[in-house]
């Protein structure tokens, strides 16, 4: 029998693909949680309302979001390193853009752009680690390590624009991003060997611009949302978001080589690497994006030393991901994904209760035990999301994926913002805030924990394997 066609396999050149993947995916993160500590700072330089200050925040998530299947499906087409390379050169000129930008809107602006060149490097690297890897032992190492790089960002992001704030101003820490992206894309320019498709196929342009849109509307209405679900801004953007995602549906059951094959939502695997996704963006990332500020406001913390606080879950995250992998061949990546989910809403449970009364360091039992979790599930669903489409089409297993995490963490966001909204006034800001954190907490951990349930729900079905013939032996 002839064997099936492998991954690349040279020890080197897969070390060396899986190095300049790491790093991207590291570089993105840092991106995406830089904006959490000096948004503040940002606003107020350039002149940003209540509205504006939303933008600055959550812009970057919507050019994720719309971005990544596209980038996925020409990684998978046109070229996997091209893409990395294109995706690398944006996000150099966006942020280029955003430590010049002389207002709101064009701050704003860039952080899209660099949304975009940011899927670009997720989708394409993710996938050339699933090109360069055989299935087994080294590739749930290799994604092992790629889903620690993204608690490594967020654990270094917020930190490393403390500091550059603190040091010279915000707009350097977009110069110091443009550096840092200008060297990781000439690295894979020189370094990274051509993967894509032996059969080239067709560009679903219908289907690529009605998800990407549909997708950036409904994250900008949930963005704008926060302001008030009633505003009419707010209703027609949803309106909007529907219809194109349902016009992308039927687009996918009629053109001929779809942008995502909607047969994908019949695999259990595919299901649940989306859907804990989705999951760990709303229910734990959504969380964790407000301690900060609530720590500020408890605790009367520094932009710094909350970003330090916030890194202990994030660094662990980041320790642990790399260790999951003993996991393989004990625990499916499946069942890793739900019992993550199942600790890191044990975690975010722990934080309610922390009130004005109460001291920093009561933070640290829900944040190192969410850590642990969110470690596992990285590591987890890295692999997951390859191994759940078909070998030709791994950056569009990636770019899937991760578009669940930015959805679900825009998702995550607006219920967490919506629920300190509630939360009745007097009694001082301190108090406030702790009774926020309180109920967000329950709801993020009572939202992971479902999501744990359903991914474990999500069982595959077994399928005998023929004896091998005679004349093979």
Same mark, same amino acid.
């Given at each position: 029998?002839?064997?099936?066609?492998?991954?690349?396999?040279?020890?080197?050149?897969?070390?060396?693909?899986?190095?300049?993947?790491?790093?991207?995916?590291?570089?993105?993160?840092?991106?995406?949680?830089?904006?959490?500590?000096?948004?503040?700072?940002?606003?107020?330089?350039?002149?940003?309302?209540?509205?504006?200050?939303?933008?600055?925040?959550?812009?970057?998530?919507?050019?994720?979001?719309?971005?990544?299947?596209?980038?996925?499906?020409?990684?998978?087409?046109?070229?996997?390193?091209?893409?990395?390379?294109?995706?690398?050169?944006?996000?150099?000129?966006?942020?280029?853009?955003?430590?010049?930008?002389?207002?709101?809107?064009?701050?704003?602006?860039?952080?899209?752009?660099?949304?975009?060149?940011?899927?670009?490097?997720?989708?394409?690297?993710?996938?050339?680690?699933?090109?360069?890897?055989?299935?087994?032992?080294?590739?749930?190492?290799?994604?092992?390590?790629?889903?620690?790089?993204?608690?490594? &960002? *967020?654990?270094?992001?917020?930190?490393?624009?403390?500091?550059?704030?603190?040091?010279?101003?915000?707009?350097?820490?977009?110069?110091?991003?443009?550096?840092?992206?200008?060297?990781?894309?000439?690295?894979?320019?020189?370094?990274?060997?051509?993967?894509?498709?032996?059969?080239?196929?067709?560009?679903?342009?219908?289907?690529?611009?009605?998800?990407?849109?549909?997708?950036?509307?409904?994250?900008?209405?949930?963005?704008?949302?926060?302001?008030?679900?009633?505003?009419?801004?707010?209703?027609?953007?949803?309106?909007?978001?529907?219809?194109?995602?349902?016009?992308?549906?039927?687009?996918?059951?009629?053109?001929?080589?779809?942008?995502?094959?909607?047969?994908?939502?019949?695999?259990?695997?595919?299901?649940?690497?989306?859907?804990?996704?989705?999951?760990?963006?709303?229910?734990?990332?959504?969380?964790?994006?407000?301690?900060?500020?609530?720590?500020?406001?408890?605790?009367?913390?520094?932009?710094?030393?909350?970003?330090?606080?916030?890194?202990?879950?994030?660094?662990?995250?980041?320790?642990?991901?790399?260790?999951?992998?003993?996991?393989?061949?004990?625990?499916?990546?499946?069942?890793?994904?739900?019992?993550?989910?199942?600790?890191?809403?044990?975690?975010?449970?722990?934080?309610?209760?922390?009130?004005?009364?109460?001291?920093?360091?009561?933070?640290?039992?829900?944040?190192?035990?969410?850590?642990?979790?969110?470690?596992?599930?990285?590591?987890?669903?890295?692999?997951?999301?390859?191994?759940?489409?078909?070998?030709?089409?791994?950056?569009?297993?990636?770019?899937?994926?991760?578009?669940?995490?930015?959805?679900?963490?825009?998702?995550?966001?607006?219920?967490?913002?919506?629920?300190?909204?509630?939360?009745?006034?007097?009694?001082?800001?301190?108090?406030?805030?702790?009774? &926020?954190?309180?109920?967000?907490? *329950?709801?993020?951990?009572?939202?992971?924990?479902?999501?744990?349930?359903?991914?474990?729900?999500?069982?595959?079905?077994?399928?005998?394997?023929?004896?091998?013939?005679?004349?093979?032996?």
């Amino acid at each position: 029998m002839t064997p099936p066609a492998e991954p690349v396999t040279h020890r080197s050149t897969a070390r060396t693909t899986l190095a300049v993947a790491c790093a991207a995916t590291l570089l993105v993160l840092m991106n995406f949680t830089a904006t959490l500590p000096t948004a503040g700072l940002v606003a107020a330089d350039l002149g940003s309302g209540a509205s504006g200050t939303t933008w600055i925040l959550g812009s970057i998530g919507v050019g994720l979001a719309a971005s990544l299947m596209a980038a996925g499906g020409l990684a998978d087409d046109r070229g996997r390193k091209r893409t990395f390379v294109a995706g690398g050169l944006l996000l150099v000129l966006a942020s280029a853009v955003c430590a010049a930008a002389p207002g709101t809107v064009v701050f704003v602006l860039g952080r899209l752009v660099q949304g975009a060149g940011s899927a670009a490097l997720l989708a394409a690297g993710l996938g050339l680690v699933g090109q360069a890897f055989a299935p087994g032992a080294a590739r749930a190492r290799a994604t092992g390590l790629w889903g620690a790089m993204v608690g490594g &960002g *967020i654990a270094v992001g917020p930190l490393f624009a403390a500091l550059l704030v603190k040091a010279v101003d915000w707009r350097f820490c977009y110069v110091a991003l443009a550096v840092l992206a200008a060297g990781v894309t000439l690295w894979g320019a020189v370094s990274l060997t051509e993967s894509r498709n032996e059969r080239r196929r067709g560009l679903d342009v219908a289907g690529a611009v009605t998800l990407g849109l549909g997708i950036a509307l409904l994250v900008a209405a949930l963005v704008e949302g926060r302001g008030g679900w009633g505003r009419p801004r707010v209703v027609v953007l949803l309106v909007a978001a529907v219809v194109l995602l349902a016009a992308f549906a039927v687009v996918e059951r009629r053109v001929a080589e779809p942008l995502l094959d909607l047969a994908l939502l019949r695999r259990p695997a595919f299901v649940a690497s989306t859907a804990g996704a989705l999951v760990i963006g709303a229910g734990v990332v959504g969380l964790m994006t407000y301690v900060p500020m609530v720590a500020q406001t408890l605790f009367g913390l520094s932009p710094l030393r909350s970003a330090a606080l916030l890194a202990v879950w994030s660094g662990l995250s980041f320790v642990v991901a790399p260790h999951a992998r003993r996991l393989a061949g004990r625990v499916g990546d499946r069942h890793q994904v739900a019992a993550g989910l199942v600790v890191c809403g044990a975690g975010e449970l722990a934080l309610a209760g922390i009130g004005e009364h109460s001291s920093w360091w009561r933070f640290l039992p829900g944040l190192v035990v969410a850590g642990v979790g969110s470690g596992v599930v990285n590591a987890a669903l890295a692999g997951l999301a390859v191994r759940s489409v078909p070998a030709d089409r791994v950056a569009v297993g990636s770019a899937a994926n991760n578009a669940s995490r930015y959805l679900g963490s825009s998702v995550g966001v607006a219920v967490i913002a919506a629920v300190l909204a509630a939360v009745p006034h007097g009694g001082g800001a301190a108090h406030e805030a702790g009774v &926020g954190l309180s109920h967000a907490a *329950i709801a993020a951990g009572v939202l992971t924990l479902a999501g744990a349930v359903f991914v474990a729900l999500c069982r595959e079905r077994v399928r005998a394997v023929p004896a091998p013939e005679a004349s093979a032996a």
